[in-house]
C-alpha cells in the first residue's frame, strides 16, 4: 500500500506562503489522484485542492491563493500557499485513494500562521 509523507510546514507570518510536498512511496505519476486536507484544532477535517492527472480542483476558501501541482521527477506533489491568514492555521494532509476505495493519509504537516 502506498505511503505518503508530508513536509514543508512551519510558523508564517500573515500575507506570507509556504509551500508543502507530499512524498509518496510510490511514482506520484501512477496515482490517479492526491488530494490536500487540513484539520484545525476543534474542526473537522475539510478539503482544500485535488489533482487528477488532467485537472485540478479547489475549494473555494483557496481558490487564487492556494495552488496544487506535480513535480514528476521528485515524485511530490506540491502545494503552495500564498496571502496566508491566521484562520488558515491547521495540519495539513495529503491523501490518495487506492485499490478498494480505501483513503490513504500521510502523518501530516503543521501550519502555523502568526505574527
Known amino acids: 500500500q502506498v505511503q505518503l509523507v508530508e513536509s514543508g510546514g512551519g510558523l508564517v507570518q500573515p500575507g506570507g506562503s509556504l509551500r508543502l510536498s507530499c512524498g509518496a512511496s510510490e511514482r506520484i505519476f501512477n496515482l490517479n489522484r492526491v488530494d490536500w486536507y487540513r484539520q484545525a484544532p476543534g474542526k473537522e477535517r475539510e478539503f482544500i485542492a485535488t489533482i487528477t492527472r488532467t485537472r485540478t480542483n479547489y475549494a473555494d476558501f483557496v481558490k487564487g491563493r492556494f495552488t496544487i501541482s506535480r513535480d514528476n521527477p521528485n515524485n511530490t506533489v506540491e502545494l503552495q500557499m500564498n496571502s496566508l491568514q491566521p484562520e488558515d492555521t491547521a495540519v495539513y494532509y495529503c491523501?490518495?485513494?487506492?485499490?478498494?476505495?480505501?483513503?490513504?493519509w500521510g502523518q501530516g504537516t503543521q501550519v502555523t500562521v502568526s505574527s
Open positions: 491523501s490518495t485513494l487506492v485499490a478498494g476505495g480505501v483513503r490513504v
